[in-house]
């Protein structure tokens, strides 16, 4: 079993803090990964923007600067915490983009509850369910991720591209042979 600390994601590489539970034992992990992670797992991160817009109320500000084609406000981790009487806190990291400095600074937002009984929901201090949701979803496709579904490609594709670069060693060795004027094998095994 997993349970997510820290996730950071910049769209080229992950970093997952995470604390893994096996057999009774708790190993504390910090790995960073330098592959893509599925389009699913960026899909669903890109969502925590549409949270950080509402939890920060920057909603009515421009996302995206036309001219430079720059994202004005992104996120870029988010950071899980537990109370002790087994409530859930989370907090985002984002960045403004300030066009003076051609920079960004950090707007990070606050560690807000997730709500045990539907009358939290989006009250002062805690996310409201939609916001959970993709707050959960990041989480689950992290720890899908942990678990190996790492990948672009699915097992059946990477054996399907294994039986075609065979079938190109085939291809290629009849050539050879053909130029060589030696008798020609249809398929190697």
Same mark, same amino acid.
């Given at each position: 079993?997993?349970?997510?600390?820290?996730?950071?994601?910049?769209?080229?590489?992950?970093?997952?803090?995470?604390? %893994?539970?096996?057999?009774?034992?708790?190993?504390?992990?910090?790995?960073?990964?330098?592959?893509?992670?599925?389009?699913?797992?960026?899909?669903?991160?890109?969502?925590?923007?549409?949270?950080? !817009?509402?939890?920060?109320?920057?909603?009515?500000?421009?996302?995206?600067?036309?001219?430079?084609?720059?994202?004005?406000?992104?996120?870029?981790?988010?950071?899980? =915490?537990? =109370?002790?009487?087994?409530?859930?806190?989370?907090?985002?990291?984002?960045?403004?983009?300030?066009?003076?400095?051609?920079?960004?600074?950090?707007?990070?937002?606050?560690?807000?509850?997730?709500?045990?009984?539907?009358?939290?929901?989006?009250?002062?201090?805690?996310?409201?369910?939609?916001?959970?949701?993709?707050?959960? @979803?990041? !989480?689950?496709?992290?720890?899908?991720?942990? =678990?190996? %579904?790492?990948?672009?490609?699915?097992?059946?594709?990477? @054996?399907? %591209?294994? %039986?075609?670069?065979?079938?190109?060693?085939?291809?290629? @060795?009849?050539?050879?042979?053909?130029? @060589?004027? =030696?008798?020609?094998?249809?398929?190697?095994?």
């Amino acid at each position: 079993m997993y349970v997510i600390n820290k996730i950071k994601f910049d769209c080229l590489g992950l970093k997952i803090k995470f604390d %893994e539970y096996n057999e009774g034992r708790v190993k504390a992990c910090d790995i960073g990964f330098s592959e893509p992670p599925k389009p699913s797992f960026s899909d669903t991160f890109s969502r925590l923007i549409l949270v950080a !817009h509402e939890v920060m109320g920057i909603a009515r500000i421009k996302v995206i600067d036309d001219r430079n084609g720059i994202n004005l406000i992104r996120c870029n981790g988010i950071e899980f =915490k537990q =109370k002790s009487d087994g409530t859930k806190a989370a907090r985002l990291f984002c960045e403004y983009y300030s066009e003076q400095a051609d920079a960004y600074t950090a707007i990070n937002t606050p560690f807000l509850l997730f709500a045990q009984i539907e009358e939290e929901n989006g009250r002062q201090g805690f996310f409201t369910e939609k916001q959970q949701e993709i707050i959960q @979803a990041v !989480h689950d496709e992290t720890v899908n991720y942990l =678990k190996g %579904e790492r990948a672009q490609i699915t097992l059946e594709e990477v @054996a399907e %591209e294994e %039986e075609i670069d065979r079938l190109r060693q085939a291809v290629e @060795a009849g050539k050879a042979a053909i130029e @060589a004027n =030696k008798p020609v094998t249809p398929f190697l095994n």
